[in-house]
């Protein structure tokens, strides 16, 4: 059920659009010298979706954190979305959420707190649904409403999934349609329809779980969650220092209803900009397609799909599984011999 206020207007930016430019932490971060262990299996360093840490010969702990602004205006949703989001990241390296711990940054001065319960209600659903304890949490009093979670998950130290690594003749996987950061800029526009907001809500709302557990049966090469940097930020950082390039298919995307109709209309996330400026060096050929796509390829996406690439075999049985379980996954694309660069194609 919808709720009389719009939790939107209590941020300027919504999901994992908030996130801070690319470019920018880049040069905020550059040099610093980085404490670290020699049980740290995987960090920040190479753009990894959690860090590792090794506790003894059998077990790892993985780390991540998420948590942003509204990208719907229904509380219980707002709840379900970042919580989902907040796990995708021990999916997408092959561990099994454990434990969460809350963060909040909450308008308590002009929004009820039957709200925030509504919020914790619909995050509590997908925790249980994750099988994950929620153990504590942080709050703070702020003028935009924040929301999401620190999550730890286990997972043996030998098959940790990491985000670039894929290998020769992989088909790359895509397992959720992109488009929800236009789509959410529609409707904080009052341009968008009813349809293409359901469709985008139920996208966000819905875990990674499956697909992680599916392509674990299979021999994985490398996974990513897509998120805040968009489908060509995250593959860009799947094809650095692999060796390999990453030819993407523009007419193999799964889509969301109307997202290519809101970019044509210049309905495109700040986040959008951020990231070209940052990651269009990436892409080989970015002038044999048109810019409404390229948009759609740097399209912030909260609570996205993974990015998967796995042996042509082993992708096939994946996609499958995938799909019969209501995935709107597709191949996007095959890995080839390179330069760390994407490759467009028709």
């Known amino acids: 059920m919808a709720n009389p206020e719009k939790l939107s ?58 948590f942003f602004p509204p990208i719907v205006d229904d509380s219980r949703l707002f709840g379900e979305i970042a919580a989902a989001n907040a796990l995708s990241d021990i999916y997408a390296m092959g561990g099994r959420p454990v434990t969460a711990v809350n963060v909040l940054c909450y308008p308590d001065e002009d929004l009820p707190l039957e709200y925030l319960r509504q919020i914790m209600e619909g995050a509590l659903s997908k925790l249980t649904e994750a099988d994950t304890a929620l153990l504590g949490g942080h709050s703070v009093s702020d003028r935009e409403l924040k929301f999401g979670f620190s999550v730890n998950g286990l997972i043996h130290p030998d098959k940790i999934i990491r985000n670039n690594t894929p290998k020769e003749g992989d088909l790359l996987i895509l397992t959720k349609p992109l488009g929800t950061g236009t789509i959410n800029t529609a409707m904080k526009a009052e ?84 990231n070209k400026e940052f990651r269009l060096s990436r892409i080989k050929n970015p002038k044999d397609v048109p810019p409404e796509m390229l948009d759609l390829l740097f399209d912030p996406q909260t609570s996205g799909g993974l990015l998967v690439a796995l042996p042509e075999k082993s992708g096939l049985e994946f996609l499958k599984e995938c799909q019969e379980e209501g995935m709107k996954a597709s191949i996007i694309g095959r890995v080839e011999k390179g330069s760390d660069r994407i490759i467009l194609n028709a």
């Open 9 to 66: 207007g209590y941020s300027r930016f919504s999901g994992c659009g908030a996130k801070l430019g690319p470019a920018l932490l880049d040069k905020a971060l550059c040099g610093l010298a980085q404490p670290s262990r020699p049980e740290v299996l995987a960090d920040f360093a190479g753009s990894e979706d959690a860090g590792v840490y090794k506790i003894n010969e059998e077990t790892a702990l993985v780390q991540t954190i998420d």
């Open 191 to 274: 341009m968008s329809t009813p349809e293409a907001v359901r469709a985008s809500e139920e996208s966000m709302r819905m875990l990674n779980k499956k697909a992680s557990e599916f392509m674990l049966r299979r021999n994985v090469s490398a996974c990513t969650d897509v998120t805040g940097f968009g489908l060509a930020g995250h593959a860009a950082e799947m094809a650095l220092e692999s060796g390999m390039d990453l030819h993407i298919s523009i007419s193999g995307l799964p889509l969301l209803p109307e997202a290519m109709d809101y970019i044509s209309m210049g309905l495109v996330p700040e986040g959008t900009y951020r």
